[in-house]
Each structure stands twice: as structure tokens, then as C-alpha cells.
């Protein structure tokens, strides 16, 4: 659990060490993934966010296409003799 500590962006989380003192207490070491995870997320947040701008243009036409549905049957209803 100690490594994950000092890979912690934030040197305010209590216990956490820093990089330096991690590596010099022989606790964490420089790894290629540590330095690829803020492009990974910013990555990853720009994929929702365009994940959930498809979402609403998606539920936005459903949506008109419901109410034009619902206008439609209420027309060929009216144009019905009555029973």
C-alpha cells in the first residue's frame, strides 16, 4: 500500500510521502504509467464529455420523434367516423 501513497498527486493527503522521500525510502519508483495517467484522464474526460454531448442530441431527437408520432395519431384519430 506504501507505493501507491507516494504516487498520490496531492502532497496534502496525510501519510502520503513525497516522490523524493518515497525514492529515497526505497517506496515507490518512477514507472511509465505514473507518467502517462494525467494524459489518460484528460483523455478519458474528453470522451465523456463527447459520450454525453451524443447522448443528448440522441435523447433530443427520440424525443421529437415521440411528439411527432403523438401529433400524428392524435390526427388520424380525428379523421376516424365515430363508432
Known amino acids: 500500500m506504501e507505493p501507491a501513497r507516494c504516487l498520490l498527486p496531492s502532497k ?3 501519510g502520503a510521502a513525497s516522490s523524493e522521500e518515497g525514492r529515497e525510502l ?14 489518460a484522464g ?22 421529437l420523434l415521440a411528439v411527432g408520432i403523438w401529433f400524428k395519431i392524435r390526427e388520424l384519430d380525428r379523421n376516424l367516423p365515430p363508432a
Do not use: K, Q
Open 12 to 14: 496534502t493527503a496525510p
Open 26 to 39: 526505497g517506496l515507490c519508483r518512477e514507472t511509465p504509467e505514473a507518467s502517462l495517467s494525467p494524459a
Open 42 to 63: 484528460e483523455m478519458a474526460l474528453s470522451e465523456i464529455d463527447y459520450r454525453r454531448r451524443g447522448l443528448y442530441v440522441s435523447l433530443f431527437a427520440i424525443g
